[in-house]
Each structure stands twice: as structure tokens, then as C-alpha cells.
């Protein structure tokens, strides 16, 4: 422990600087951000830069001549970094992450398939509040992202996951013993609200850990997981509503999420670098005599003049709300993504209209067609995580080893064109009913495009936004959720009046206006738009 005559090289002596120069302590931006002056670009793994740029010399005086001790990593090298952890304990980390990311969307979806049981236990006539009884969930997801994204850039990331989770699985053990369908819609909310954590909260777990050059291969993992358990959810369903009761969709997922969670409490540590910090600078705290200590303050890199909880709290909760409102990348990404998100949750809901509405097909048999949107969800994924840090670095290195985040954007192009002639071919297919193949191999590339953006937008946003990623996911996961929540109440009337060709091909069209040009725009224009940012790197 250090004591008042031997303090770490971790930490900055402000007012010890030249003698006779006096001059204001340097002001932070929020509530945690680094001086910018200080603020260094993205660096190779072999340079292993610690997370803010801030050097361990001597800074000029405090105002009111009070002397302040900056607390800092130990060094670019230090082990306490979560950037410098083992490549195990990184994965560990990200598994787990991606464990809480899964298991909450197969709960979005997998009482799908007993909806009829649903309606038949509680007298269910309402086609609306049967639906409800599925999108409700993902409503809930618009809005937990909101406040648990900023909360975790308080509190810390594993705390709040881990509690939110808690959350979760309690109220989702709670929806199999609804007795009436107020309480199971109610239920179903309140648990959506904790399974909303992971969609915010684990982007930042991965870019608190992964250096940049090493980060797209854990944001692919991480970025499957949400759109996998919607697909696995329904195939899972069927089976366990058909050989038990719609009960027991909820008592099992909480089964496993209880797992998950048992797991995440003795392997899952805190990453979150201005917490570290804050705990570090606490330790030096109590190590020092009060009344001898020659420093005045004690404070982080990360932390400004005024850290009164109501200051905090404002700004973390108000962030993500400033990071839709102020910054184009957000928008244009946000948009995007929710519209990917709303395109995934309508053909989750009318696989079933066209196989066993138009194919007419047993329910059990129709359910196995999710497994073509999985197969396209995973081998894109596993694709895009085997080349997009090899791109990003052969980017780099090509730029004189100059890192930007648009390098993580080139799969976008490939994906931007996948998922609208999958929209067409399972539209004209099923409208023609061409063999179930067909349209099988339509939905395997709808699945591709959406995982290739989904893994591209939510690596950028991470890259951009590292320190506040939270924050930044938060926004966009509300859009999407909104999304989600939205497009499978219209389907039905969609495809009714216009038929499966038609209004894919309406799908196919918006698909090709916002997605297309959105890869080219932030190519050309991305650097700038990030130099005109307050929060992006």
C-alpha cells in the first residue's frame, strides 16, 4: 500500500509542476471523459495502449494552489487493465456476455408456438393481445436500455448486468404462474426490462476488454446471440408446448438463465476502467494519514471537478438521449438497425402463415424452418468473425498503420445486398409455392444480411464510442426494440392485402433505400462526422 512518501507511478502529482507556475487544473469533459488534449488514436495490439492516452508526468497546479493526485493505470502494461488480461479470461468474459444475450431473446420468442394454448387457458379471442402476449417483451427491450446503459457507466458493468438479470429471471419464473392474461402481459414486461441489459450493457463489456485490432471477432459471437435465440426459440417452443404445457416455456428458461447466472457471479469481473480507477484511487485514499497526506483531492484520469451523484446521474441517464439527438452516426445507424430488427421479428411471425397456411404443413414440421434462418444467421456470422479483424488490420496497415473504425464497415456491402434478394426470393416463392426449398434458401439470405450489418454497426458504434458504447447501444437497441415490438402487428394486415410477393417486395425496396447508401455515406464521411463529435473517437 502506498503511503504518503511513496505513491505508485499510476498517478499524477498535480501541483508539483515547474516552480512558480500556478495555473487551473485540466477541466474533463462529462462526467468521465479524458482531457482531450491527451486523447491518442487507435493503436496495434502490439502497442497495447492503456485505455486513455493521459501520461504519468507532472501537471501544473490546482486552483486555490490545492494539490491533486491523478490515480491512473500502472502503465501501458498493467495486469488490473482489462485491455492487458489473458486471452482466456478475456473469452471467458465474452462468453458469458453472449450466454445472457441469448438467453433473454429465445424468452422473446418462445412462447410463440403455445399462443393457442395461451388463448385456450385464459379465453384469449383478441388476435392484438395474443400478439401482445410474444412483442410485449420486445417493448420492454425499447426501454430498459435506457436507463441500465448510463447505470452501468455509474455502477459498473457486471453489477448491473448481474442484478438486471436477477431481475429477469425472477419475473419471468412468475409468467408461469399467471393466472390471468393482465398478469402474464404485465409479467412479461417487467421481465423484458431485465433481459434488456445484455443488448446495452455487453458491447461495452467488449470494448472495455479487446483492443480494437482483436474486437471484431468477439462482437461477432456477441452479435449473434440476439438474433440466434429469436430463431431458437420458437423451434424449442413447439416441442416443449407440444409434450407439456405453455407453462413450462417460461419455468424452462429460467432454468437455464439460472445456470448462466450462478456462472456469472464467480466468473464474471468487472471491466469497466473508470470504476477500476475509482476503486484504486479509494485504496490510496484509506492507505493515507488525513491529517499528514500532502494531497488535498484525490481523483481518476476519468473523473472532473464535480462528481455529486445528482451530476453523474444526469448526465449517464441523459446520454443516450444526447448521443440519438446530436450524433449522426447514431441516427443513421439507429435507423437502420431497427429496421433490421423489425424485418427479423415480422418473418419470425410469418414463417408459420406460409408453411403451414400456404404449404400446409403440421406445426411441428413447420417450426423446423426456423432452422434455415439459423443457418443463415450462423454461417454468415462465423464468415464475417474469420475476416473482419484480418480486414480491419490489412486496412490499417495499408493507411500506415492509422486505425479507423470505418475499416469494420466493408461486410456491410455484401450485406446491404444479401437481404433484400433474400426478401424477393422468399416473397415470389411462397406466393408461387415453389418447393418449401426455395424459400428456405430465401430466408437463409435474409438471415446472412442481417447478421453481416447487425456484426458491421455494432462494432462501429463500439469503436466510436468506446468509453461510452453503453451509452451509444442503448440508443440504437431502443430504436430496434421499437422495431421489433412494431412490425409483426402489420404484417398480417400487409400480407393479406397484398399478398407474400408484394409486400416482400415492399420489404425488399426500403431495404435497398436505408441500407445501401448507409456503408458508402459513413466510408466517406464517417472520419468527419467522428472529428465533429464530442462523445466519438
Not at 507511478?9 to 482531450?36: C, E, F, I
Not at 410477393?501 to 436505408?514: N, Q, S
Request: contains cysteine; aromatic residues 10%.
Amino acid at each position: 500500500m502506498p503511503t504518503t512518501n511513496q505513491i505508485p507511478a499510476s498517478v499524477t502529482d498535480v501541483g508539483r509542476g515547474t516552480p512558480g507556475s500556478v495555473s487551473p487544473a485540466p477541466t474533463l469533459q462529462g462526467d468521465y471523459a479524458p482531457k482531450s488534449d491527451h486523447h491518442i488514436p487507435e493503436q496495434s495490439h502490439s502497442q497495447k495502449p492503456h485505455d486513455t492516452e493521459i501520461g504519468i508526468g507532472e501537471l501544473p497546479a490546482t486552483t486555490n494552489n490545492a494539490d491533486v493526485l491523478i490515480v491512473d493505470w500502472d502503465g501501458p502494461d498493467d495486469p488490473q487493465n482489462p485491455k492487458n488480461w489473458s486471452y482466456r479470461r478475456k473469452w471467458a468474459a465474452t462468453i458469458i456476455v453472449s450466454s445472457f444475450t441469448f438467453i433473454s431473446p429465445v424468452s422473446s420468442s418462445m412462447i410463440a408456438p403455445a399462443t393457442s394454448q395461451v388463448a385456450s387457458t385464459f379465453g384469449i379471442e383478441s388476435d392484438v393481445i395474443l400478439a401482445l402476449t410474444t412483442s410485449i417483451f420486445v417493448l420492454a427491450y425499447a426501454m430498459g436500455p435506457l436507463f441500465l446503459g448510463p447505470l452501468s457507466e455509474i455502477y459498473g458493468r457486471s453489477r448491473v448486468l448481474q442484478l438486471a438479470n436477477l431481475w429477469y429471471l425472477v419475473w419471468n419464473l412468475v409468467c408461469g404462474f399467471a393466472q390471468s392474461e393482465s398478469q402474464l402481459l404485465a409479467f412479461r414486461f417487467l421481465a423484458g426490462l431485465g433481459g434488456s441489459a445484455p443488448l446495452s450493457i455487453g458491447g461495452g463489456f467488449l470494448g472495455d476488454c479487446w483492443h480494437p485490432d482483436e474486437r471484431g471477432k468477439a462482437v461477432a459471437i456477441y452479435s449473434l446471440a440476439p438474433l440466434m435465440g429469436p430463431v431458437v426459440g420458437p423451434i424449442t417452443g413447439a416441442w416443449v408446448a407440444q409434450y407439456s404445457t405453455w407453462r413450462w416455456v417460461f419455468w424452462s428458461t429460467s432454468i437455464v438463465d439460472a445456470i448462466v447466472q450462478i456462472i456469472g457471479m464467480f466468473a464474471l469481473q468487472e471491466t469497466y476502467a473508470p470504476l477500476l480507477l475509482e476503486r484504486k484511487a479509494e485504496r490510496i485514499r484509506r492507505s493515507m494519514d488525513a491529517e499528514k497526506a500532502p494531497y488535498r483531492e484525490i481523483r481518476t484520469v476519468f473523473e472532473g471537478q464535480d462528481r455529486s451523484w445528482r451530476t453523474v446521474m444526469t448526465k449517464s441517464l441523459g446520454r443516450p438521449f444526447v448521443l440519438f439527438a446530436h450524433e449522426p452516426i447514431v441516427q443513421l445507424l439507429g435507423v437502420y438497425m431497427a429496421y433490421l430488427y423489425g424485418l427479423l421479428y415480422l418473418l419470425l411471425t410469418t414463417i408459420p402463415s406460409i408453411f403451414q397456411g400456404l404449404y400446409q404443413q403440421p406445426v411441428g414440421i413447420a417450426g423446423l424452418h426456423y432452422i434455415a434462418l439459423g443457418i443463415g444467421l450462423s454461417a454468415a456470422s462465423q464468415l464475417n468473425a474469420r475476416t473482419m479483424d484480418k480486414v480491419y488490420i490489412y486496412l490499417k496497415n495499408k493507411h500506415g498503420g492509422v486505425a479507423k473504425p470505418e475499416f469494420r464497415l466493408p461486410a456491410m456491402v455484401p450485406g446491404s445486398l444479401l437481404l433484400p434478394i433474400g426478401c424477393f426470393i422468399v416473397g415470389w416463392t411462397s406466393e408461387a409455392q415453389i418447393p418449401w426449398i426455395a424459400p428456405d434458401i430465401g430466408i437463409a439470405l435474409v438471415g446472412a444480411g442481417i447478421i453481416l450489418n447487425f456484426q458491421c454497426i455494432q462494432t462501429y458504434i463500439v469503436d466510436c464510442f468506446t468509453l461510452h458504447a453503453a451509452s451509444a447501444l442503448a440508443a440504437v437497441s431502443c430504436l430496434r426494440s421499437l422495431a421489433g415490438f412494431g412490425f409483426p402487428l402489420f404484417a398480417p394486415a400487409m400480407y393479406k392485402a397484398l399478398g407474400f410477393g408484394k409486400g416482400d417486395t415492399i420489404l425488399a425496396v426500403v431495404a435497398i433505400v436505408i441500407g445501401c447508401p448507409a456503408p458508402w455515406i459513413l466510408w466517406h464521411y464517417g472520419e468527419r462526422i467522428r472529428n465533429s463529435s464530442r462523445h466519438a473517437r
